[in-house]
């Protein structure tokens, strides 16, 4: 299959670019959602929204696609240190958007040693709790075919998308002081190429295309691994996020957890929503109502004023206590 | 010298004819605006990130960038000046029995009418309500504050205590806000107030009509033994 350049977003990371060139396929006009800016206008067309695939069954743990991904992104992660396990680095960073969690797992049931590696990085969830927390208009921005991607240029730097995010991605550069996660390679799919990772993957565990597609892509997988005893077998697209742009095929989907802590119901946090929700607009309701009611009251009512009897009962008071000299003149 | 139990030492009656009295000190005053100003800045820094129609003050500071890490510096020094206005302010606003009279009495606090209403020192019920209610915010915001400051704790919490933390933060925030504009509106409409704060003096009436307590002592205080 080749990638044919009419099309609105690549079918496959498998092929080869177009060598024609192509005009950027993403723009303003292509998104959807954007942070903090509640009056955005609806975008002029409607791109077919595109997946990445993940199928841990098949992975085998070379991390090619983590080279691929500090490779295209231009990232630098840093050398660190052996923590007696394969996962390196340790955790993601802001130069590592996607690192590949080792977890060894003894299965009660058949007594077997698995690896169970998972490709973590950003879900790019079709609604994503970083671009509902994020303060700063248009540093996150959800795009038609379902990419969320932050746009650095806009971005502040305050970690609310760490807050916001339901599984843990966001990391803020320490140096940039911006924050950084997997683009879903907007930049790539923008002119008819699949993600890095995709198309480094040996095994084909990585696999991008329309979300249909995929889809029934990760159908057919899920029923080659039941045929060959995984009865748990299924995807992993958690609807309490709307779906995602990333999900997995997962030999044990009744346990995610076993898979490096995948939640099992992953949802934007309620203290999120009622902060980004009720607080906001009881908040700022009751502050204009104080602000604008105390300025009327102010400048209708007289005021509580002392009165010249006041003045006198003082006077009175104090008078016993002046100096004698005081007292004459 | 007799001991003060309505007023703070520096209180005193300044002038005779008509009387002036003397109700906080050059360096009190001063503090008082440091803590001011930091707190204006700060509602309207943390405002700009609190609603998207308010995002445009950023330009106040700067841009978003600035007002991100500026805010929470605002808030160290807003923390500190307060810590200095509390310690010397805390004693006088501790509740007293005619406290609980003046707040049965509220609605002839509203009317003005305050000869109904007990002798008060330094302080009445809601000045003391705004002195307590600003401490204990401001020690609210200041440890959710560096519970989500980004920058130099990212780590200090968990994820899931982040976000109390930010839903603690903007609730707290709500309210100085709301306490802010008690305190600023009470100072306007209890006219010849504001003057305690700036030049520092505030008239013989006045102490009598809402502080009468305080003003007593004050001219007790002025009165000499003979031998002495």
Known sequence: MTTDPNLDSPRTAVSNPPIQPMPVNLGPGDVVRASAMPDLPAPTRELTPVAKLIDVSKCIGCKACQSACAEWNDTHPEIGFNTGSYQNPADLSDQMFTLMRFNEYENPETGDFEWLIRKDGCMHCEDPGCLKACPAPGAIVQYSNGIVDFISDNCIGCGYCVTGCPFDIPRISPTQHVSK???????RVAVGQGPACAKACPTQAIVFGTKEDMVTHANARVEDLKSRGYDKAGIYDPQGVGGTHVFYVLQHADKPQLYSNLPADPKISGVVESWKGVTKTVGLAAIGLAAVGSVLHGLLSRGNRVTAEDDREAKELVEPSLPAQDKEA | MSKRYYSQPGDRIKEFNPVVVSRYRGFTRANHWLTAFSLIALLLSGMALFSPYLYFLTGLFGGGQTTRWLHPFLGVLLFFSFLVLFLQLWRLNLPKPEDVTWVEKIGDVVKGDEEKLPELGKYNAGQKFVFWAMSGLIVALVV??????????????????????????????????????????????????????????????????HHRKWLRELAGRERRDPAE
């Open chain 2, 144 to 209: 959710s504050g560096v519970m989500i400051w980004q920058q130099y704790f990212p780590d200090l919490v968990s994820i899931p205590a982040r976000r109390w933390a930010v839903l603690a933060h903007s609730l707290a925030a709500v309210a100085i806000i709301l306490v802010f504009i008690l305190h600023v509106y009470a100072a306007i409409w209890t006219r010849g107030t504001i003057s305690a704060m700036t030049r520092g003096t505030v008239t013989g009436g006045w102490a009598w009509r």
């Open chain 1, 181 to 187: 996660k997997c683009t879903l390679c907007s930049d």
